[in-house]
């Protein structure tokens, strides 16, 4: 990861605990960390529109945030990384501002890959990626395939991405499959169907992080966050930073999580 992407992430004080050998701030649980933290990056056109900018330069500022949060969350312990990067419903927006979407994708996989090789983290792209231009396909491609085996953060770009999508994709090859004699429906449950959605072989996000203070999940994950902690914050996404992700990481270690169960007595 190139120190453009770093973007003074580290946080020190006297009671700043090591977490393997790097820096977690004063007042979180090492051991109670979530170990995939899941984002809903929102409010990049409210940030322009404040400042009187184009659209497009809070997308460029909300690519700056993504890279900080991508080093806190490697530099704190955090093992997998999720953002929603362009739904399926993203391509309804104005032609111009899904053209620089396409492209600002590519630069910043250009620019930032050798280091993301050197910090040897694992990216993986999930979604549909068949109606992206061919030269984004191309780079997609290369990025996955050069990081497959790195060992450090896992770090998922939901592209072109809808969870309806993906659950109907899901049904369809296990029926596809029923069809063909492989499979016997009785034999379907939980784990064989997540085996078949894009996050396959990852653990399900223990936290989900939404700016601007929208209260929804748009179609993100909507399998995967079944028992995820939910952290709704008024910070629009360009403005996240290592204190709005510390205020997030405290408020998870705050909860109580039951999974449908009870809490302990005594």
């Given at each position: 990861?190139?120190?453009?992407?770093?973007?003074?992430?580290?946080?020190?004080?006297?009671?700043?605990?090591?977490?393997?050998?790097?820096?977690?701030?004063?007042?979180?649980?090492?051991?109670?960390?979530?170990?995939?933290?899941?984002?809903?990056?929102?409010?990049?056109?409210?940030?322009?529109?404040?400042?009187?900018?184009?659209?497009?330069?809070?997308?460029?500022?909300?690519?700056?945030?993504?890279?900080?949060?991508?080093?806190?969350?490697?530099?704190?312990?955090?093992?997998?990384?999720?953002?929603?990067?362009?739904?399926?419903?993203?391509?309804?927006r104005p032609g111009e501002e899904v053209s620089f979407l396409m492209a600002l994708f590519?630069?910043?996989?250009?620019?930032?890959?050798?280091?993301?090789?050197?910090?040897?983290?694992?990216?993986?792209?999930?979604?549909?990626?068949?109606?992206?231009?061919?030269?984004?396909?191309?780079?997609?491609?290369?990025?996955?395939?050069?990081?497959?085996?790195?060992?450090?953060?896992?770090?998922?770009?939901?592209?072109?991405?809808?969870?309806?999508?993906?659950?109907?994709?899901?049904?369809?090859?296990?029926?596809?499959?029923?069809?063909?004699?492989?499979?016997?429906?009785?034999?379907?449950?939980?784990?064989?169907?997540?085996?078949?959605?894009?996050?396959?072989g990852e653990h399900d996000p223990d936290l989900l992080i939404r700016t601007s203070g929208e209260q929804r999940l748009s179609n993100f994950l909507l399998w995967q966050l079944?028992?995820?902690?939910?952290?709704?914050?008024?910070?629009?996404?360009?403005?996240?930073?290592?204190?709005?992700?510390?205020?997030?990481?405290?408020?998870?270690?705050?909860?109580?999580?039951?999974?449908?169960?009870?809490?302990?007595?005594?």
């Open positions: 990861m190139s120190r453009a992407l770093a973007t003074n992430s580290q946080t020190t004080g006297p009671d700043t605990p090591q977490v393997l050998g790097q820096l977690l701030p004063a007042g979180l649980d090492p051991s109670r960390l979530p170990a995939h933290v899941a984002l809903i990056m929102d409010g990049n056109g409210r940030w322009a529109r404040r400042r009187g900018l184009p659209r497009v330069m809070g997308h460029r500022e909300g690519v700056e945030a993504l890279k900080r949060s991508l080093r806190l969350c490697s530099d704190w312990g955090i093992g997998t990384l999720t953002a929603y990067a362009f739904s399926t419903e993203n391509w309804n590519e630069r910043v996989l250009e620019r930032e890959l050798q280091g993301l090789e050197r910090e040897r983290v694992r990216i993986r792209f999930l979604g549909d990626l068949t109606p992206l231009p061919a030269g984004l396909r191309r780079l997609i491609a290369d990025a996955t395939a050069r990081t497959a085996a790195n060992d450090g953060i896992r770090f998922n770009v939901c592209t072109n991405y809808g969870g309806r999508a993906e659950l109907v994709g899901a049904a369809r090859r296990l029926a596809e499959r029923v069809a063909r004699g492989e499979l016997d429906p009785a034999a379907i449950d939980e784990a064989s169907f997540a085996a078949e959605l894009h996050t396959a079944a028992y995820a902690e939910l952290h709704i914050t008024d910070v629009l996404w360009p403005d996240f930073d290592a204190a709005a992700l510390r205020n997030a990481l405290l408020d998870y270690q705050s909860r109580q999580r039951r999974f449908g169960g009870v809490e302990p007595v005594g």
